[in-house]
């Protein structure tokens, strides 16, 4: 088992920038990636960014250019430090860890508010 807890959303004036932060817990060597989703209101989860072995691996479209995810290879925390934000990437953001037998784990997601 994994424990997900995602920290740094909040508040922010378009243009401005919010580090988000996932800390892991648990059986982390059995991490194979971990990757940032959000979801807006009335939109289904969306694939932000994945990380394998702590380095990037994808980015959405809509945030390549702004958006950098990193993380530490133990699989302890990652990061996705997001720059020159829109007022759509308003969203909860939401952290998850796909595991060795298919385990998918999640936090409990962290607001993000981009003010216009």
């Known amino acids: 088992h994994v424990q997900l807890m995602e920290s740094g959303g909040g508040v922010v004036q378009a243009g401005g920038s919010l580090k988000l932060t996932c800390a892991a817990s648990?059986?982390?060597?059995?991490?194979?990636?971990m990757s940032w989703y959000r979801q807006a209101p009335g939109k289904p989860r969306e694939l932000v960014a994945t990380l394998n072995n702590g380095a990037p691996a994808y980015y959405a479209d809509s945030v390549k250019d702004r958006f950098d995810a990193s993380g530490d290879n133990a699989k302890t925390l990652v990061y996705l430090q997001m720059n020159r934000l829109k007022s759509e990437d308003t969203a909860v953001y939401f952290c998850?860890?796909?595991?060795?037998?298919?385990?998918?784990?999640w936090g409990q997601g962290t607001q993000v508010t981009v003010s216009s």
């Open positions: 648990g059986d982390n060597s059995d991490i194979n990636s």
């Open positions: 998850k860890a796909d595991l060795r037998g298919g385990w998918v784990y």
